[in-house]
């Protein structure tokens, strides 16, 4: 089984700085794909970047990017230019390969972006 | 393009009363899977259905149970609700069943408080 553990359960940052969020998980596989989600207060759950096992370039989306350790299981997000917007709950979550759809997700880290 | 939809997005029931949700994926989406949200949990992997056939299973018991209709429409039910059933439950729909069609996308929630 497959877990995935985010450790710090609340973070700010100041508008326009930067932010890193931390995860790292535990898993047997190979063969998977890591994501960060985004939940803001709405509660819709938004994609924000994927990365996958096999590739060592780290995934980047915008003023969005991961910093992918495959040996040492950790998959954190870095937020550059951080905007009020990105305030929610941002949820790491890891997916077995040619396993179906489902996604074991971390805890959660609440981010607050001050102005 | 329309979004996940999930009806009802509120629902409060009581105490061994049983409860059906329901998740209309994007169009195209054959992949549909419900998480369940809750303070203390987390989210956490109930099932998912692709092609009407059930591809995962959570860790949960008996009384949750799914299906999927032939247009991809999914339900949930639970059975003999309990206090703890309260929670936000979350659908989620993809074109594939695999984890290489990596969209995965979220709809709004339904809220169910069981009283």
């Known amino acids: 089984a497959q877990t995935v553990t985010q450790s710090q359960p609340e973070m700010s940052v100041q508008e326009a700085e930067t932010v890193t969020l931390s995860c790292t998980y535990d898993t047997s596989e190979s063969n998977y794909y890591l994501f960060w989600y985004k939940q803001p207060p709405s509660r819709q759950m938004i994609l924000v970047i994927r990365?996958?096992?096999?590739?060592?370039q780290n995934a980047t989306e915008n003023r969005f990017s991961v910093n992918f350790q495959k040996a040492a299981k950790s998959f954190s997000l870095k937020i550059s230019d951080s905007q009020l917007g990105d305030t929610a709950m941002y949820f790491c979550?890891?997916?077995?390969?040619?396993?179906?759809?489902?996604?074991?997700f971390g805890g959660g880290t609440r981010l607050m972006v001050k102005p | 393009k329309a979004g996940v939809t999930q009806t009802p997005r509120y629902l409060i029931k009581t105490r061994g009363q049983q409860v059906t949700l329901s998740c209309s994926p994007i169009s195209g989406h054959r992949s549909v899977s419900w998480y369940q949200q809750t303070p203390g949990q987390g989210l956490q992997f109930l099932f998912e259905y692709f092609s009407e056939t059930q591809r995962n299973k959570g860790n949960f018991p008996g009384r949750f149970s799914g299906r999927q209709f032939s247009n991809s429409r999914s339900e949930m039910n639970v059975s003999t609700l309990e206090l703890g059933d309260s929670a936000l439950y979350l659908c989620?729909?993809?074109?594939?069943?695999?984890?290489?069609?990596?969209?995965?996308?979220f709809g709004p929630g339904t809220r169910l408080t069981v009283t």
């Open positions: 979550a890891f997916m077995k390969d040619n396993a179906g759809n489902m996604l074991t």
């Open positions: 990365q996958e096992a096999y590739k060592q």
């Open positions: 989620a729909s993809s074109r594939t069943g695999t984890a290489s069609s990596y969209e995965q996308y």
